[in-house]
């Protein structure tokens, strides 16, 4: 019983010095990095040089935009498999998503402003689909709202086109005021 104890008590010593070398060994290899890969891959310059190859249909300027984070990934230090990552198809497929909902945004802001439908810019972005909902909220009110400024404008008599016509121009008078004025808007746009 004794043997057995023994022989256990200095297995688990064994184990315990095993992994405490291994712990500074490991602390005193290099400095931790100060950036990530999920900075790399997030930054701004980046997501625009995505966004801009992908406006242009040139997928191979996507890869460009990795290798220049992975350059960086380099200079600060990145260890080895996270140098690989910024240039993997995962990688490129996170900066694709990512620039194509940002795309379908900026698409939605101006149709939204010029009083455009946005059914084309749906399909044109299927990666921006979990925004679609709220996108078709956002119209619904701002549509809501220029009913009620032709209902103020028919005076209580019937609304005509013309009514429609100039509640829309109104409406986008003053979006377009608040733009301006730096005005943070609601999602009804008031």
Not at 75 to 102: C, W
Request: proline share 3%.
């Amino acid at each position: 019983m004794k043997k057995i104890f023994i022989t256990l008590t200095v297995v688990i010593i064994g184990i315990v010095g095993y992994l405490a070398w291994l712990s500074d060994e490991s602390a005193s290899d290099k400095p931790v990095p100060v950036i990530t890969v999920m900075d790399i891959l997030n930054a701004s310059d980046l997501s625009a040089g995505v966004k801009q190859a992908i406006k242009n249909e040139e997928p191979d300027e996507v890869m460009e935009w990795l290798e220049k984070g992975q350059n960086v990934g380099e200079e600060a230090g990145l260890s080895k498999p996270d140098l690989d990552y910024l240039t993997s198809e995962q990688a490129k497929d996170y900066v694709v998503f990512n620039a194509r909902r940002e795309l379908f945004n900026e698409g939605f802001e101006k149709r939204y402003a010029a009083l455009q439908p946005i059914a084309d810019l749906k399909k044109q972005y299927p990666e921006a689909k979990s925004l679609f909902a709220k996108a078709d909220a956002i119209i619904d009110k701002r549509d809501a709202i220029i009913e009620q400024i032709a209902l103020t404008l028919a005076e209580g008599k019937s609304v005509t086109q013309q009514h429609q016509q100039a509640a829309r121009e109104l409406w986008q008078q003053r979006y377009q005021s608040r733009q301006n004025d730096g005005k943070v808007l609601d999602d009804a746009g008031r």
